[in-house]
């Protein structure tokens, strides 16, 4: 069984320009949740994949979009990079939207300059 | 105020001692309690969740949850220095989860 994979690793961004990172959620798995995590803080939570339909959002801008696919991958769009979008983008799998289960890949590491 | 309060620490202890790990929440809507482990540069791992009050234990490691207080903790028995990691403890409303700031742990072999 594969777990949670994201892509790329890390990343270097310029100011105002604009990011896709990738996730392949876990094989049975039809929901997959974004998260940002800063430097010394706690992952914040960005928005919730369920079946191709976003399925909550938190507290993040419009210029955070995200889509996920058939296959139930799914990946988060940044648009206007902008400095304090440097962080660690995790996304978290699990096997329903209800569950309180989630399996999180190793991230990517964001940094905008 | 933010909706999870943790000491971020760092806490150190000596290898076998017993940890606790600690969260204060002020949403009294939150109902499922959940303990991560994050090693540096990993996405984190679920150690184990709770529904409303109460005790679990699952090895070396038991939960608490005292929906009253809105107080929540995490205990290590016979801690190892494998345990060395950070420790966040996060809560949920819906499918939204809230995540607490972490608290960094180092066990000294």
């Known amino acids: 069984e594969t777990g949670v994979t994201q892509s790329p690793t890390h990343l270097i961004k310029t100011r105002g320009q604009q990011v896709t990172l990738r996730c392949s959620s876990q094989?049975?798995?039809?929901?997959v949740s974004w998260y940002q995590q800063a430097l010394g803080q706690g992952p914040q939570f960005i928005f919730q994949y369920y079946r191709e339909e976003e399925n909550g959002r938190g507290n993040f801008p419009p210029r955070f979009s995200g889509l996920q696919f058939p296959n139930y991958s799914s990946e988060l769009n940044v648009n206007a990079l902008e400095l304090d979008d440097s962080a660690l983008y995790l996304c978290?799998?699990?096997?329903?939207?209800?569950?309180?289960?989630?399996?999180f890949g190793p991230g990517t590491r964001l940094t905008v300059t | 105020q933010k909706e999870v309060e943790q000491d971020p620490g760092p806490l150190s202890v000596p290898e076998g001692a017993i940890v606790s790990l600690n969260c204060t929440y002020s949403?009294?809507?939150?109902?499922?309690f959940m303990w991560y482990r994050q090693y540096s540069r990993k996405g984190p791992e679920l150690l184990m969740y709770?529904?409303?009050?109460g005790n679990k234990e699952d090895g070396r490691f038991t939960a608490q949850v005292d929906k009253s207080s809105k107080y929540i903790s995490l205990f290590i028995r016979d801690s190892q220095p494998s345990d060395s990691a950070t420790y966040l403890c996060?809560?949920?409303?819906?499918?939204?989860?809230?995540f607490g700031t972490g608290t960094s742990l180092t066990v000294i072999p």
């Open positions: 978290a799998s699990s096997i329903s939207a209800t569950s309180k289960e989630q399996y």
């Open positions: 949403n009294s809507a939150f109902q499922y």
């Open positions: 996060a809560m949920s409303e819906g499918n939204q989860f809230y």
């Open positions: 094989s049975g798995h039809n929901t």
């Open positions: 709770t529904y409303s009050s």
